[in-house]
């Protein structure tokens, strides 16, 4: 009894009951901040985890030590005399008597404590379009840590689509770490320190979601389609992916394997790609979009952990990224759930810059692929602009005149009139650095490849020259209006274009102005933009013919 | 186990309960059917100034003689060749310059013409479908063009990817003289002995207003529509000949393999499969379910054990086709040369797994859930409501198939699915294999999977010559 007594003479009891009123008051405090916004998810086991562990230091410290008035001493050494344990014990009282009254005013009037207010932000509004060809209801937001957000809510059907755009590409890789972008489109489905590989496509498929990825020498795009159910599931698993990501070594291992069979069906047992590949290295001697995105097979082989490391750390990172969302949700969700679960990511110091510029094309290059085939392949390749170069759509009006539908110019004549070709396409690269603007023929078996050649290029000088009709530029703007419709219908052609434009563009709301846009050009600026990209110096050729064909130089 | 991955199996496991109940209804329509058969489907949607086309003829690809493969296919190619007053380069012209599409294919049991217009351009729609079906030109010279560039497309298709020829090889090994064994584009032999009067024959015997089905859906008037619809096709005729009948096909039982030799290669394709429903099968859905958790979504088994975990393919899939008889089941992918033999190894046994063990509830709620969340984004627009309609319509389905499948999906039962998968996915013992790689580096290897047939891809067909 004299020991019990003697906890009691030293407020061992108080502190145990005062320790306690602090710890529900602290629990309390976290859950309410924590249910709101601006703590991670660990933070309340952790609390709970601090507060256990310090309940038997604090007997023990209650026990052992003992406020003097010179100072704090060990209880033994204290003269029993000259002891203040009682006046301690009256603090004691008082600040529990505090804690109760705080605690009581927190549970039965949270909104009375005005004063915690300033730490739980209210969740942002984001910013609406400035411009009023944008429809009014898209927000944009960036948070704290540099992350882009752009929400448009569309309640046509009870889904979600999201894409994450990374700004991660070919154009970032260096000799020996080819196709390591591509490579982390595959790795980013394979497990973090919080679940296994394999775990992540689980969890989406059985709340019913759709997800894939793809690369591009400029972007890798990480999109997510599910019910609206799905919501805060999706948030957990795309910020757990972006800060938690772990290399699995076998899972990492095996799926070099993967791309290394995505490789043999998408490029060496693929003509296209086979010639593509090649002419992409040739027109451009400088800058990285000479590397193929699914990287060459020796450094598929040999990519390091460091490698994968540095890569993720560096372009993986909230402030190198735009999350683009569009469906059945609200900006108010939307936000909340961004400031909850990316928020907390930190961010890193911007990527470095691609300093590398192509240097100017001084001559004609010409390669040849050797490779069984029936049918012989021609691409022709020019150098031309980057996405935001008004130069750039003025091309893709001019490729439309060219190659779109059945009547293009180029179908017409070297398809349906002459035979040359059994099918003509092109495209205009639309990337952060200058690219190209690629021509696409396949011949008949035992086709002309240099009439083919001398047919295309005479066509392309033609229009440089002569430019092209008025009926042939409203027909070009008719089918970029329908294209633009078209992206519209859906949530997920909404979202990539929103994010196209945002990340291309560098402001979603450019999107809207495009039919404006493609009404003010003009047939002479079509002919100029071919004068000044067809030209010869300009210009690398490729062609794919069987090993056996002598017919091309 | 950190925190988090406790939260989020908490909250899987909270979702895994119960499938999500979601379906989907199709919106009112207009249904009208004139005197001759025809039949016309219509909705307003306006969310978007578009309109989509869906019109079917049904037939297609099965009333092609064996020997006369690809017909239906290059006569719904050449409707886009000129029709009306219009010749081949001023009906592409008249389509491209209001940047609209409008194609037409032809799939194993109808030709398909497909569109989307803008709203502005709706009397042209009108104008150009009327022309294409009632008055092509069927030029002389257009088609001889079109089936020399076919043929030659296909040399050119078998020098790229083969993923998209496989499975025409595989149905054409599975299913043999049967007319679901016929290529639905032809073969470079059989486009070469087709002539100008078959395909006036064709259009003749099996084209026609009783065989047709237009559905739009889209920013314009249904009433003015219809209007404009009744007076381009109510004197249309009806098709001289009735749609041919045949047997169901048989499954196959034993085993064999045909080799398709491609030398130099440095990738094996495969499509392993069997006969297996048609679309009428009762249990659609319990299929559906099995299917999707077999290898039809990412997580199926047969990806997370050949792509993820043993890494050898980029895609494995499980494919139903399913037409108005039996169609095909197969297992179909690729692999690297070397592991050829590991990969059909496993395909085989995961077969057996399936038959055997089956799903458990968790799997089989994650695969509703699955199901039942991609299913929106399928009839989202104008041109996918068109193209349901068409396909219900043309199969003599009523709109519950759609309207009751997500209650179907839902209420799926565990035991129903399990007898489901013994009855429609075939035993291991009985496969027909089609095999596509370089034949000097597999042939010995493959020979322990049954009989083996042999020819060279650069054979001008997709079945081996009797």
Do not use: C
């Not at chain 2, 054990?305 to 108005?324: D, H, I, N, Q």
């Amino acid at each position: 009894m004299a020991w019990f007594a003697e906890m009691r003479r030293r407020n061992v009891f108080k502190v145990a009951l005062l320790y306690a009123i602090s710890s529900w008051l602290i629990v309390w405090f976290v859950g309410a901040i924590q249910s709101d916004v601006v703590l991670p998810n660990w933070t309340e086991t952790f609390t709970y985890f601090v507060l256990i562990a310090g309940f038997p230091i604090a007997l023990w410290f209650a026990w052992t030590y003992e406020f003097t008035p010179s100072g704090l001493r060990k209880a033994d050494e204290v003269d029993q005399t000259q002891s203040i344990v009682y006046k301690t014990g009256q603090k004691l009282n008082s600040a529990m008597a505090v804690l109760v009254v705080l605690g009581v005013l927190a549970v039965f009037g949270q909104r009375l404590l005005p004063k915690f207010e300033f730490l739980v932000p209210g969740i942002p509004e984001g910013a609406a379009p400035v411009s009023d060809k944008a429809p009014a209801e898209i927000r944009s937001l960036t948070l704290s840590n540099g992350l882009e957000i752009v929400v448009w809510p569309d309640h046509d059907i009870p889904n979600v689509a999201m894409y994450t755009y990374v700004r991660a590409g070919g154009r970032n890789e260096y000799p020996g770490i080819t196709g390591l972008a591509h490579f982390f489109e595959h790795l980013m489905f394979l497990g973090t320190e919080n679940l296994e590989p394999g775990e992540f496509d689980r969890i989406s498929e059985a709340a019913g979601g759709r997800i894939n990825g793809s690369t591009s020498p400029d972007v890798t795009i990480y999109r997510d389609w599910f019910p609206k159910s799905a919501l805060e599931t999706i948030f957990q698993l795309e910020a757990d992916r972006f800060q938690n990501l772990e290399l699995y070594a076998d899972a990492v291992q095996s799926e070099r394997e993967v791309v290394y069979s995505e490789r043999r069906s998408s490029v060496d047992n693929n003509n296209f790609q086979k010639l593509h590949e090649q002419v992409q290295a040739t027109a451009f001697v400088a800058h990285p979009y000479q590397f193929p995105v699914i990287g060459w097979p020796s450094d598929i082989e040999s990519w390091t952990e460091e490698d994968l490391h540095r890569f993720y750390r560096t372009y993986y990172a909230p402030n190198n990224r735009t999350v683009v969302i569009v469906g059945d949700v609200t900006t108010e969700e939307v936000f909340g759930l961004a400031e909850k679960h990316f928020a907390p990511i930190p961010a890193q110091p911007q990527p470095e810059q691609v300093r590398t510029v192509e240097p100017e094309q001084v001559g004609a290059r010409r390669v040849v692929v050797k490779a069984p085939a029936q049918a012989p392949l021609l691409h022709v390749a020019f150098h031309s602009g980057t996405a935001s170069d008004p130069q750039t759509l003025r091309m893709s009006l001019l490729l439309d005149i060219l190659t779109a539908g059945e009547s293009s110019r180029l179908h017409r004549r070297l398809v349906e009139d002459e035979g040359l070709a059994l099918s003509v396409g092109a495209w205009v690269d639309e990337g952060f650095d200058p690219g190209l603007t690629y021509f696409y023929l396949t011949l008949p078996p035992g086709g002309d490849l240099e009439g083919a050649e001398r047919r295309l290029l005479e066509e392309l000088a033609l229009v440089a020259s002569e430019g092209v009709s008025e009926q042939e530029l409203t027909k070009a703007r008719n089918i970029l209006l329908a294209e633009y419709w078209r992206d519209l219908a859906t949530i997920s052609g909404k979202t990539g274009a929103l994010g196209d434009f945002e990340v291309f563009h560098g402001d979603y709301e450019w999107l809207f102005n495009r039919p404006a846009d493609a009404e003010a050009i003009t047939t002479e600026s079509l002919r100029q933009v071919a004068a000044e990209v067809f030209v010869e110096n300009n210009m690398t050729v490729g062609a794919l013919v069987a090993p056996d064909d002598e017919g091309v130089e | 186990m950190s925190a988090l991955r406790t939260m989020l199996v908490l909250v899987f496991a909270g979702l895994g309960g119960t499938a999500l109940a979601q379906g989907v209804t199709l919106p009112e329509y207009h249904f009208v059917e004139l005197d001759n058969g025809a039949v016309f489907i219509l909705t307003e949607k306006r969310d978007v100034p578009l309109i989509g086309v869906t019109a079917k003829i049904r037939g297609g690809a099965v009333t092609d003689s064996n020997d006369k493969s690809g017909l239906s296919r290059l006569f719904a190619e050449m409707l886009e060749k000129g029709a009306g007053e219009r010749d081949a380069g001023s009906f592409a012209e008249a389509v491209d310059s209001v940047g609209a599409r409008l194609s037409a294919h032809s799939g194993l049991e109808s030709i398909t013409i497909s569109g989307e217009f803008l709203a502005r351009d709706a009397d042209l729609l009108v104008e150009l479908l009327a022309d294409m079906l009632r008055t092509p030109i069927l030029s002389k010279a257009e088609f001889a063009k079109l089936r020399d560039r076919n043929a030659d497309l296909l040399r050119a298709a078998k020098d790229g990817d083969l993923r998209s020829l496989t499975s025409v090889y595989g149905n054409a090994w599975l299913f043999g003289e049967h007319p679901y064994g016929n290529p639905i584009g032809g073969d470079e032999s059989s486009l070469e002995g087709l002539r100008h009067d078959d395909l006036l024959d064709h259009y003749q015997d099996f084209v026609g207003a009783d065989r047709l089905v237009v559905s739009l859906v889209g920013d314009f008037d249904a009433t003015e529509m219809i209007n404009q619809l009744t007076a381009a096709f109510s004197d249309w005729r009806r098709a001289a000949q009735p749609l041919p009948e045949f047997d169901a096909p048989a499954p196959e039982q034993g085993r064999r393999v045909l080799l398709v030799d491609k030398p130099g290669a440095t990738q094996t394709y495969f499509w392993v499969g069997n006969v297996g429903v048609a679309y009428g099968y009762g249990q659609r859905a319990e299929l559906d379910i099995a299917n999707t958790l077999f290898g039809g979504r990412f997580t199926s088994l047969l990806v997370d054990e050949m792509r993820t975990k043993a890494g050898l393919t980029y895609g494995v899939r499980s494919v139903l086709v399913r037409p108005s008889l039996p169609g095909s089941f197969a297992i179909v992918s690729y692999t690297k040369t070397e592991s050829t033999v590991v990969a059909l190894d496993l395909a085989l046994e995961l077969l057996t797994r399936l038959r055997v063990e089956g799903f458990d509830d968790e799997l089989i709620t994650s695969g509703k859930n699955y199901i039942l969340g991609q299913f929106p984004p399928r009839l989202e627009t104008a041109s996918q409501l068109a193209s349901q309609f068409a396909a219900l319509q043309a199969a003599g389905l009523d709109e519950s198939y759609i309207n009751d499948y997500g209650a179907a999906i839902a209420g799926a039962a565990s035991e129903d699915i399990h007898a489901v998968i013994s009855s429609a996915y075939p035993s291991p013992d009985d496969l027909v294999f089609v095999i596509i790689g370089d034949a000097e580096l597999i042939r010995d290897d493959i020979a322990k999977y049954g009989p083996v047939t042999e020819m060279a891809i650069t054979e001008p067909r997709f079945r081996p010559q009797p």
